[in-house]
C-alpha cells in the first residue's frame, strides 16, 4: 500500500530544531513571516542542550579592555588564518545583541553580586569574555529558544527525516521526508529553505555526539542540491571526551572544568602541558591540548584504558558543585565517580565540524537560491581551530542574520517553479531504500564508516592513511548497493540510518579527499608527513563530486584587527 503523502506549505522551511534552526524560525515568527521548522529529533533534545560551557561575546562586564576587535583577534589568530575576516567581523560585532536577545527571551545568565552577566576564561582568548549558566549553557539556550518559540506558536513537527531538499533549475522550491513512526511522507513546498541539522562528528568512533546525530545529514542535502562543501577535513577533537562506560564513551568534560583551575596529568603523574604549551597549560587551544594528550598516549604515558588524568579535585567542593554541576553529576551517573576526590579519565574526542556548507559570509545563502545554511552545519568562521564558546554565538548571530535573509528573498520572487519529475525521484528515492532487501547491514556499514575514519582520519593523519582510508571507503560505497531495509513495528529508524549511511558516506568522502590535499599541518588538521605550516596553503579547501577540490583564497584581516593579533603559533605542535 502507498504511503500517505502530505502536502504543506510554508514561506520558509527550517531543518533542524536546535539553536541555530529555533533562532533562524524566531526571528522569521516575530516579523510575521510563515515559518516551518522540521528536526528528526524532539526540540527539547536537539544536539546544542549539550554544549556546557559557554557563549561568547566581548561584553566586557569582567575586563573593561575586552572588545569585539580583540574577540575577533583572538578568533582568527586562533583559527589558523583559515577564519573568514568578514564572517569573523559579522560575529564578533553581532554578539553582544545575541546576548540580548537571550536575556529578552528570558534566558538567565550567572552574574557577579553587583548584577553584572559573570565572564569566564576559556581557552585562548585574551580576556574573560565567556557568559555562561553554570556548565548547562547550552542547555539552557535551547530551553530559551524552545520557550520563545511556543510563545509564538511556531509550528515544529519533530521526528520527520528529511530525505532530499526539492530544487528546480538551481533553486529551492521544497524539501520530501517522512515521519519516523508511521511513515507518513511529508513534501512541503516553501520559497527558502535554511540549514540547520548540524555537522559530520558522528562518523568518528569517539564522538561527543549522540546515536544518530552529526552523520552528515546537512553535508549530503547540500550538496545534492547543488551546494558544495568547505574545509570538510578541519574537524576539532575535544581533549576530554569520557572512555568509559562503552556507550557512553566520547560523553564531554566541558572545557569549563579546565577554564575553573583542572589539571592534566598522564600516567606518570606529570603535568603534561608544560611540554607543549608552557605559558598557558591547561588553557591553551583545544587543537593543542589534544594532540598534547594523544602524544602523551602514543607514546605511552597514558592510562592503561589509553586516556590521561583531567583533576579537579583540588578546587574547592563548592567551586565545582556551583561552577561545574552537569560534569559532577555526569561522573557520578554514569561512572559512579565523586570528581571532588577523584580524577577523570579521558581522551580526545571528535566534536566539532569546522568546516561545511559553502556559504556567504554576509546572509550564509550557499550556490543553490533559496537555500541557507547555518550552525554547524555552516563554515566560515572556525577556520582550523574554533574557540571553545564561538559556536554558541555564531548560531544566535547567523540565526537573526539568515532569518531576515531568508525572509527578503521570498518576498523578491515573483514566481516560483516547481518540478514534478523532481518530486518523483525524491518519492522513488524513499521507495527504492523501502523495498531493498539486500544482504548488508545498515548498521554494519555505519560502523566501518566510523573504524575508517578513527583510524585514518584522526588526530594525526598522513598520505598513506587516507589513501588507505579512501580504498576502504569505496569498498563500503559497493557494499551499500546490497543492503537490506527492515522497518518494523517501532517505526522507520532503519531508513532513517540508510539514509544516515549515505549522508556518512559522502561526509568521509569530502574529508578525507580534503585531507589528503592538505598537505601541511595547521591547527586541528595534523600531518605527520607534513608537519610545517605552508603559506601557500592558507587557503579553504572547496570540495563538491563535480568538481572535486578547488581552492579558495581567503580575504586580508582589517588593520585595526590584524594589529591586535599575536604571531599565529606554529612551534609546539607534532612532537612525534
Request: aromatic share 6%; charged share 25%; net charge negative.
Amino acid at each position: 500500500m502507498a504511503a500517505t503523502e502530505q502536502r504543506l506549505s510554508t514561506t520558509v522551511l527550517v531543518i533542524g530544531t536546535g539553536g541555530a534552526g529555533l533562532r533562524a524560525s524566531v526571528e522569521l515568527a516575530e516579523a510575521g513571516v510563515d515559518v516551518l521548522a522540521v528536526g528528526k529529533r524532539p526540540k527539547d533534545d536537539a544536539h546544542t542542550s549539550l554544549a556546557a560551557g559557554g557563549i561568547n561575546a566581548a561584553l566586557a562586564t569582567m575586563d573593561p579592555e575586552d572588545s569585539w576587535q580583540q574577540h575577533a583577534a583572538d578568533t582568527l589568530k586562533e583559527s589558523y588564518l583559515l577564519g573568514d575576516p568578514r564572517t569573523t567581523e559579522i560575529v564578533t560585532r553581532g554578539a553582544a545583541r545575541g546576548i540580548d536577545d537571550l536575556e529578552r527571551y528570558g534566558m538567565a545568565f550567572a552574574r557577579e553580586q553587583d548584577g553584572r552577566i559573570s565572564q569566564r576564561f576559556f581557552g585562548a582568548h585574551k580576556f574573560r569574555r565567556t557568559a555562561f549558566a553554570g556548565d548547562y549553557t547550552g542547555l539552557e539556550i535551547q530551553r530559551t529558544l524552545v520557550r520563545r518559540a511556543e510563545q509564538l506558536r511556531i509550528p515544529v513537527l519533530e521526528g520527520v527525516y528529511i530525505t532530499r531538499i526539492l530544487t528546480h533549475e538551481g533553486a529551492v522550491f521544497g524539501t520530501y521526508g517522512f515521519g519516523l513512526k508511521d511513515g507518513t511522507r511529508y513534501r512541503v513546498h516553501a520559497d527558502a529553505v535554511i540549514l540547520a541539522a548540524g555537522g559530520h562528528t558522528r562518523i568518528w568512533r569517539r564522538t561527543s555526539s549522540r546515536r544518530d546525530e552529526n552523520t552528515g545529514d546537512s553535508f549530503r542535502l547540500a550538496v545534492e542540491a547543488g551546494a558544495r562543501l568547505r574545509d570538510p577535513e578541519l574537524v576539532q577533537f575535544h581533549p576530554s571526551g569520557i572512555i568509559e562506560p562503552e556507550n557512553a564513551a566520547g560523553t564531554l568534560v566541558s572545557e569549563a572544568a579546565r577554564g575553573e583551575g583542572g589539571i592534566l596529568r598522564n600516567a606518570l603523574g606529570e603535568r603534561y602541558m608544560s611540554r607543549y604549551d608552557p605559558e598557558r597549560m591547561e588553557l591553551s587551544t583545544r587543537d593543542r591540548v589534544a594532540l598534547a594528550s594523544y602524544t602523551e598516549i602514543k607514546e605511552g604515558r597514558g592510562t592503561e584504558k589509553g586516556g590521561v588524568w583531567l583533576d579537579v579535585s583540588h578546587l574547592p567542593r563548592q567551586t565545582v558543585m556551583s561552577r561545574l554541576p552537569r560534569v559532577y553529576q555526569t561522573l557520578l551517573d554514569l561512572q559512579m565517580l565523586d570528581i571532588t576526590r577523584d580524577p577523570i579519565e579521558v581522551a580526545p574526542t571528535a566534536h566539532y565540524s569546522m568546516g561545511g556548507v559553502w556559504v556567504r559570509p554576509e546572509d550564509h545563502s550557499t550556490d543553490v537560491r533559496g537555500l541557507y545554511a547555518i550552525g554547524e552545519a555552516s563554515s566560515g568562521l572556525h577556520g582550523a581551530n574554533r574557540l571553545g564558546g564561538n559556536s554558541l554565538i555564531e548560531l544566535l548571530v547567523y540565526g537573526r542574520i539568515t532569518g531576515r535573509a531568508a525572509a527578503a528573498y521570498s518576498e523578491s520572487l515573483t514566481a516560483q517553479p516547481r518540478s514534478a519529475a523532481v518530486v518523483a525521484e525524491a518519492r522513488a528515492e524513499v521507495d527504492g531504500l523501502l523495498a531493498a532487501d539486500g544482504p548488508e547491514n545498515v548498521r554494519a556499514l555505519q560502523r566501518a564508516v566510523r573504524d575508517t575514519m578513527t583510524e585514518h582520519a584522526g588526530v594525526v593523519r598522513d598520505e598513506e592513511g587516507l589513501r588507505t582510508g579512501l580504498a576502504e571507503l569505496a569498498a563500503i560505497e559497493r557494499r551499500m548497493e546490497g543492503v537490506g531495509v527492515h522497518p518494523d513495528i517501532a517505526g522507520l529508524q532503519d531508513l532513517a540510518h540508510a539514509f544516515d549511511l549515505k549522508a556518512a558516506v559522502l561526509a568521509a568522502r569530502a574529508t578525507l579527499e580534503a585531507a589528503l590535499e592538505r598537505r601541511e599541518t595547521r591547527g586541528c588538521h595534523n600531518r605527520s608527513d607534513y608537519p610545517d605550516m605552508k603559506e601557500e596553503l592558507r587557503v579553504n579547501l572547496v570540495w563538491s563530486p563535480a568538481t572535486g577540490i578547488t581552492r579558495e583564497s581567503i580575504p586580508p584581516v582589517p588593520e585595526e584587527i590584524a594589529s591586535l593579533m599575536e604571531e599565529v603559533p606554529a612551534d609546539g605542535k607534532l612532537q612525534e
